[in-house]
């Protein structure tokens, strides 16, 4: 069973630094293939921020390319999301996924499992 839980979010100014967290609070074996994080804002739909793979590869929304980076740490069963340059419209409730091998990494349909969130508050 996997139970994710994120952690990190916080209220911060534009230009700031947030790093968001996420561990398999079952501390089971391994199995997700790919790891993503999602985000929502109020009133929108939620989008894919970032992901990796088993294999490594990794990628980005364009709006946080350059700015965020995604890590994986399978000894410890965490999964990290460095946020730099924060802007305001980086605002909303952060999600943490897991899923099987997939190669549409930021369709949020290609995770079967998800925390509860971590809010990310970015003020101008």
């Known amino acids: 069973q996997v139970q994710l839980v994120e952690s990190g979010g916080g209220s911060v100014q534009t230009g700031g630094s947030l790093r968001l967290s996420c561990v398999d609070s079952e501390v089971s074996p391994w199995i997700a293939k790919t790891m993503a994080w999602f985000r929502q804002a109020p009133g929108k739909e939620r989008e894919g921020v970032a992901a990796v793979r088993d294999d490594a590869v990794e990628i980005y929304a364009d709006s946080v390319k350059g700015r965020f980076t995604i890590s994986r740490d399978k000894n410890s069963n965490s999964l990290y999301l460095q946020m730099h340059s924060l802007k305001p419209e980086d605002t909303g409730m952060y999600y943490c996924?897991?899923?099987?091998?997939?190669?549409?990494?930021?369709?949020?349909?290609?995770?079967?499992?998800w925390g509860q969130g971590t809010q990310v508050t970015v003020s101008s």
């Open positions: 996924a897991a899923g099987g091998w997939t190669r549409f990494l930021l369709s949020d349909v290609q995770y079967g499992y």
